[in-house]
């Protein structure tokens, strides 16, 4: 359905004072080109001026049929008739005509005047250049980023290049340059558009658009400059264009086909299947050598009667090609680096218009559902001005909406909005004329020819009265026709009782009273900010009425968009409009967020962007939504979107510190609207102002409704705590135990901080915690971190402001505290590393400075050994390794036991911490652990036994025990057994090594053969020390080898391998 509204978007208009019939007409450049005299002379006319005074006026060479006015290059360019040929010409420097006796040069395209005419000062002279074509032409487009030309003929459309030719130092001339063809095989083309590489080429009922593109590859041979067509049937000998164009459809529909086509839309690559061969040829220009195509879009319409349309009426018309660019690039002088951002196609039937966005991705934006027969249309950034018989008709269009997503990502979410592309379009005006033939567009100008089909003045006015006393009736017709009842809208009555000129429009008179059935008017259209205001003014009456209604939302939303394209179409010289139309823009935006947050709908979201991308602040909003309509809080029906911008502001965090009463007035309008949500907004920094005591009622009042939870009674305690009543504070933390209480802070992480990343500051109870319960904190920091509330970073800055109000070192071990149980409940590989890595460093400095006497530490080595996989057991030969050196007090000895259990546990990674554990001295048996500890990790185990052979002899056998098994083992008697044996050499007397070396021989002993035993033996052995082990080596071995071999042999082989085996250790013996 088309909305309809009584806006005013035309300011005015002037009759352009031509003496005779116009019969061509275009504009551009400030003015309105008029052909008359037969189609042989062009008459420019200055469109800003009132009255419209003439510029220029100059003959062509034959009878124009067609012209165009290009803003790049600032040339016409027509389509002549002469002696039964057609011709294409362009005409630059046209304006040097407004000078009598103005010399005039022709030339063909390429061809330059040479010579005298070049020498002296140069000629102000007009140019006409003709560009020959191997087919009559029969329409054109210009491209109005390059000013390229696009020329259609009945199979062919050629493309010039527009180009700046330097002649001389001081004299340079426009010239054309043809760069490529594009054959469409039975086609007949009627309409063309050309815009940034984009050719939309129509016929009666199809349009197809194609995108030219440079491709950087090798030129190709002459003779294959031809593209091969992409149709699989045109290689077919034999066959026709229109067979092939046959075949390419079902064939079982064939013979429909050339009846009645089907109606089909192609968007994108599924454009390449629409069976019309576009082919390319390169000319002997460089610039079109190496372009390619692609296929953009194809629609094909079957023909179709309306409103008494005959058939071969209904065909299309008014193709067009509409780009749009980000802010600030439109009208840039290099045209060169101009890409628009979005680019448009329009065509119309007469019962329709469809505008297609082109560019990521292909789709139909909008359909216009006409009235009556549209004879004519004109889109342009704002808005399609269409003409039927009678009436200039102005809809909207939602060219800025697709330009708007394309140009910022962060539309449609949060942080901003735009109103959707798929929301109805409207008609802003529908301006009654008489004999509507002809409608052109340039910038805030619309040119029209009316020419009324009467015999006589008396006819034409008699007319003109009919229309005029019919004109509401016909216009209700017409409303009717596109499913607007006027009955059921006040304001579209009170429209149709009035006048349905504009009193605005000012009508020359002088021409019109020469009694001709003709006129050629410029109307000028208003300025944005003043159809903005009028629109936004046109929507209060819909809210008066019906705050809810969506006329109201739908006719902001417009406006919206107006402003919006406005700013989109800025340059930089604009500045002061700029201010305005982004003063309005904000404006805009806080009116659409008012209306967002009335509404119970489904987009009410919209409320919270809106009301972002308007710059007002929460209090602001809340002035606007609870102060006008004089609410009290405790009866008002606030609107969806309204709490959801205030609850996400609020859990954002992206608003003011609110005042007493702004923040009072918040607790009041939840208290109503959502009272649930209460225990959750008295916690936000910035109800920091609100009265406790106000809060406390408000909360008591939840909860003897029914509400009870761990949260409520927290923020009851908070509050309480706020007020210094300890005893009250007191009775609602003993309501629950501290795991719920956990919970409880889980829901509601802002109850112990505020802020997020480096602003995180604790909150009062928090730090009331810190000196009261700080177990329950540590738990409850832990728990936030696990359920993604807080981060590791967050909540170390959290600790590190607690620690700053206390000056003793027992605040500082919070922080260790929490790294602790954090290490417990974690399962994040990289946060446990972290937490690693810094438990080690404190543990480290606290041993090797000795500064932790007097402080108490939440868990002790020994729970968290139990409790945390990553603390292991103790290892038995560190038992013997610490005590031996007392002098370490009993503080440091815990934390010296957490290191040890880390390095005993499978998780610290030690090569990244080995600077670190350098730092430990060895001068105790705790440094000596660490050291050994660390070694061992990383594989030296040679190296540990030599450090406790050196520093700790008594735990080298438990160390070599619990170390040396599988691979390692072989250390006993590579390392082990000779260390001990050269330093038993040394110091013979010393027990602890002889004990050690003792126990050694065994384990070498059982694990070798006797004659590798044998040959490990010292030579300076003494046999009485080493005969034993020697020969319970031989017996050992003696019968574990029979007992290998006993199955196979059988018992007597057994007990002779047994007795030789005896009889060598006897040698052995003797040998000794």
């Known amino acids: 359905?088309?909305?309809?509204?009584?806006?005013?978007?035309?300011?005015?208009?002037?009759?352009?004072?031509?003496?005779?019939?116009?019969?061509?007409?275009?504009?551009?450049?400030?003015?309105?080109?008029?052909?008359?005299?037969?189609?042989?002379?062009?008459?420019?006319?200055?469109?800003?001026?009132?009255?419209?005074?003439?510029?220029?006026?100059?003959?062509?060479?034959?009878?124009?049929?067609?012209?165009?006015?290009?803003?790049?290059?600032?040339?016409?360019?027509?389509?002549?008739?002469?002696?039964?040929?057609?011709?294409?010409?362009?005409?630059?420097?046209?304006?040097?005509?407004?000078?009598?006796?103005?010399?005039?040069?022709?030339?063909?395209?390429?061809?330059?005047?040479?010579?005298?005419?070049?020498?002296?000062?140069?000629?102000?002279?007009?140019?006409?250049?003709?560009?020959?074509?191997?087919?009559?032409?029969?329409?054109?487009?210009?491209?109005?980023?390059?000013?390229?030309?696009?020329?259609?003929?009945?199979?062919?459309?050629?493309?010039?290049?527009?180009?700046?030719?330097?002649?001389?130092?001081?004299?340079?001339?426009?010239?054309?340059?043809?760069?490529?063809?594009?054959?469409?095989?039975?086609?007949?083309?009627?309409?063309?558009?050309?815009?940034?590489?984009?050719?939309?080429?129509?016929?009666?009922?199809?349009?197809?658009?194609?995108?030219?593109?440079?491709?950087?590859?090798?030129?190709?041979?002459?003779?294959?400059?031809?593209?091969?067509?992409?149709?699989?049937?045109?290689?077919?000998?034999?066959?026709?264009?229109?067979?092939?164009?046959?075949?390419?459809?079902?064939?079982?529909?064939?013979?429909?086909?050339?009846?009645?086509?089907?109606?089909?839309?192609?968007?994108?690559?599924?454009?390449?299947?629409?069976?019309?061969?576009?082919?390319?040829?390169?000319?002997?220009?460089?610039?079109?050598?190496?372009?390619?195509?692609?296929?953009?879009?194809?629609?094909?319409?079957?023909?179709?009667?309306?409103?008494?349309?005959?058939?071969?009426?209904?065909?299309?018309?008014?193709?067009?090609?509409?780009?749009?660019?980000?802010?600030?690039?439109?009208?840039?002088?290099?045209?060169?680096?101009?890409?628009?951002?979005?680019?448009?196609?329009?065509?119309?039937?007469?019962?329709?218009?469809?505008?297609?966005?082109?560019?990521?991705?292909?789709?139909?934006?909008?359909?216009?559902?006409?009235?009556?027969?549209?004879?004519?249309?004109?889109?342009?950034?704002?808005?399609?001005?269409?003409?039927?018989?009678?009436?200039?008709?102005?809809?909207?269009?939602?060219?800025?909406?697709?330009?708007?997503?394309?140009?910022?990502?962060?539309?449609?979410?949060?942080?901003?909005?735009?109103?959707?592309?798929?929301?109805?379009?409207?008609?802003?005006?529908?301006?009654?004329?008489i004999g509507l033939k002809s409608l052109c567009h340039s910038g805030k100008y619309i040119v029209l020819i009316t020419a009324a089909d009467v015999e006589g003045r008396e006819e034409t006015q008699g007319a003109?009265?009919?229309?005029?006393?019919?004109?509401?009736?016909?216009?209700?017709?017409?409303?009717?026709?596109?499913?607007?009842?006027?009955?059921?809208?006040?304001?579209?009555?009170?429209?149709?009782?009035?006048?349905?000129?504009?009193?605005?429009?000012?009508?020359?008179?002088?021409?019109?009273?020469?009694?001709?059935?003709?006129?050629?008017?410029?109307?000028?259209?208003?300025?944005?900010?003043?159809?903005?205001?009028?629109?936004?003014?046109?929507?209060?009456?819909?809210?008066?009425?019906?705050?809810?209604?969506?006329?109201?939302?739908?006719?902001?939303?417009?406006?919206?968009l107006l402003v919006r394209s406005a700013l989109l179409g800025l340059t930089g010289r604009e500045a002061p409009d700029r201010d305005l139309l982004q003063q309005a823009f904000r404006e805009s935006c806080a009116q659409l967020a008012d209306c967002f947050s009335r509404v119970d709908r489904q987009d009410c979201h919209l409320a919270l962007p809106y009301y972002k991308m308007s710059g007002l602040s929460v209090t602001e909003v809340i002035q606007r939504i609870v102060t006008p309509t004089g609410r009290s809080a405790e009866v008002a029906d606030y609107g969806k979107g309204f709490l959801f911008f205030l609850k996400h502001s609020l859990y954002e965090e992206t608003m003011e510190e609110l005042s007493e009463e702004t923040a009072n007035t918040m607790l009041d309008i939840f208290s109503q609207s959502e009272p649930e949500q209460l225990p959750h907004v008295v916690n936000s920094r910035f109800m920091a102002k609100a009265d406790p005591t106000c809060v406390l009622e408000h909360l008591s009042r939840l909860e003897v409704s029914g509400v009870s939870s761990v949260t409520l009674t927290l923020c009851k305690a908070a509050q309480a705590l706020r007020l210094g009543q300890l005893q009250q504070y007191h009775q609602q933390m003993d309501r629950h135990t501290e795991m719920l209480q956990v919970f409880g802070f889980v829901e509601e992480p802002r109850l112990l901080l505020q802020g997020r990343g480096v602003a995180v500051t604790p909150t009062v109870f928090a730090r009331h915690l810190h000196h009261t319960q700080d177990g329950l904190l540590v738990a409850a920091v832990v728990a936030l971190h696990e359920n993604s509330k807080v981060k590791l970073e967050e909540a170390d800055l959290f600790f590190q402001e607690l620690g700053k109000d206390s000056m003793d070192r027992q605040s500082l071990q919070v922080l260790v505290d929490f790294w602790e149980a954090l290490l417990v409940a974690s399962s994040q590989g990289t946060i446990i590393q972290e937490l690693l890595s810094r438990l080690t460093s404190v543990y480290i400095d606290r041993v090797t400075r000795g500064e932790r006497a007097g402080l108490v530490a939440l868990r002790s080595a020994e729970d968290l050994m139990n409790s945390c996989s990553h603390y292991g057991q103790l290892y038995p030969w560190v038992n013997i390794l610490t005590p031996s050196h007392p002098s370490t007090t009993q503080d440091h000895q815990e934390d010296l036991r957490k290191l040890q259990s880390l390095l005993c546990g499978p998780t610290l990674d030690v090569p990244p911490l080995l600077p670190l554990l350098k730092q430990l001295p060895d001068t105790d048996g705790g440094g000596v652990s660490v050291h050994v500890l660390s070694a061992t990790r990383l594989g030296q185990l040679d190296i540990s036994l030599q450090r406790l052979l050196d520093r700790c002899p008594e735990a080298v056998i438990p160390y070599a025990h619990h170390q040396l098994h599988g691979h390692t083992l072989a250390l006993w008697w590579q390392k082990l057994f000779p260390e001990l044996c050269e330093r038993i050499r040394v110091s013979s007397g010393n027990g602890v090594l002889l004990a050690a070396l003792k126990e050694t021989v065994k384990v070498v002993a059982m694990e070798l053969s006797p004659l590798e035993f044998l040959e490990l033996l010292p030579d300076d052995g003494s046999s009485q020390f080493f005969l034993p082990h020697l020969l319970e080596c031989c017996l050992r071995h003696g019968q574990s080898h029979g007992q290998s071999h006993g199955q196979s042999h059988g018992q007597s082989q057994g007990q002779s391998h047994s007795q030789s085996h005896g009889q060598y250790a006897h040698i052995v013996l003797e040998g000794e």
């Open 1 to 433: 359905m088309v909305h309809v509204y009584n806006c005013h978007p035309f300011a005015s208009q002037n009759i352009v004072p031509t003496a005779q019939e116009p019969g061509v007409v275009c504009c551009g450049g400030g003015a309105v080109f008029v052909v008359s005299g037969g189609g042989c002379k062009i008459e420019a006319y200055q469109m800003q001026d009132d009255g419209c005074p003439l510029i220029c006026r100059f003959s062509t060479m034959g009878a124009v049929r067609s012209i165009l006015y290009s803003q790049i290059g600032d040339y016409l360019v027509t389509i002549e008739e002469r002696n039964s040929a057609t011709y294409l010409r362009a005409y630059t420097n046209w304006r040097y005509q407004a000078s009598e006796k103005t010399r005039i040069g022709v030339r063909l395209l390429g061809h330059f005047l040479r010579g005298s005419s070049l020498r002296g000062a140069p000629k102000e002279q007009m140019e006409i250049i003709e560009m020959p074509l191997s087919e009559p032409p029969q329409c054109m487009a210009c491209c109005a980023l390059t000013g390229d030309l696009l020329v259609g003929c009945s199979r062919s459309s050629a493309v010039f290049s527009l180009k700046r030719q330097e002649l001389s130092t001081r004299l340079a001339v426009l010239d054309f340059e043809m760069l490529v063809i594009l054959h469409v095989p039975s086609w007949n083309v009627s309409h063309v558009a050309f815009c940034a590489g984009y050719v939309a080429l129509q016929t009666e009922l199809e349009v197809v658009v194609v995108k030219l593109e440079h491709m950087e590859k090798t030129c190709p041979s002459p003779e294959d400059q031809t593209q091969i067509p992409s149709s699989p049937g045109a290689a077919r000998a034999g066959l026709t264009d229109a067979d092939v164009k046959k075949e390419l459809e079902n064939p079982q529909e064939a013979e429909d086909f050339f009846v009645f086509p089907k109606h089909l839309e192609l968007l994108g690559d599924d454009a390449k299947d629409c069976g019309i061969s576009v082919s390319l040829e390169w000319v002997e220009s460089e610039a079109g050598r190496g372009m390619t195509l692609t296929y953009v879009l194809y629609r094909r319409f079957a023909p179709d009667f309306f409103q008494g349309c005959s058939v071969e009426e209904t065909c299309l018309h008014s193709l067009q090609l509409l780009p749009v660019f980000s802010g600030g690039c439109y009208g840039d002088s290099d045209p060169g680096v101009r890409e628009p951002l979005c680019v448009f196609c329009f065509f119309s039937m007469p019962s329709a218009g469809y505008l297609y966005s082109l560019k990521n991705p292909v789709e139909l934006i909008s359909t216009y559902q006409y009235p009556e027969k549209a004879h004519q249309a004109a889109l342009c950034d704002q808005f399609l001005y269409v003409i039927t018989r009678n009436a200039l008709q102005c809809f909207s269009v939602r060219c800025c909406s697709v330009a708007a997503r394309a140009e910022d990502p962060y539309i449609d979410t949060t942080m901003k909005a735009c109103p959707p592309v798929t929301m109805e379009v409207c008609a802003l005006r529908i301006q009654l004329f």
């Open 464 to 560: 003109a009265r009919t229309t005029d006393s019919k004109g509401p009736s016909a216009l209700t017709g017409i409303l009717l026709a596109v499913g607007v009842d006027s009955s059921s809208n006040p304001a579209l009555e009170s429209f149709l009782s009035r006048s349905f000129l504009s009193k605005k429009m000012s009508r020359t008179k002088g021409v019109s009273d020469s009694g001709h059935g003709w006129n050629l008017y410029v109307i000028s259209t208003v300025s944005t900010l003043q159809l903005y205001r009028e629109m936004v003014e046109y929507s209060r009456r819909y809210e008066k009425t019906s705050p809810l209604s969506q006329n109201c939302l739908h006719l902001l939303s417009e406006a919206h």
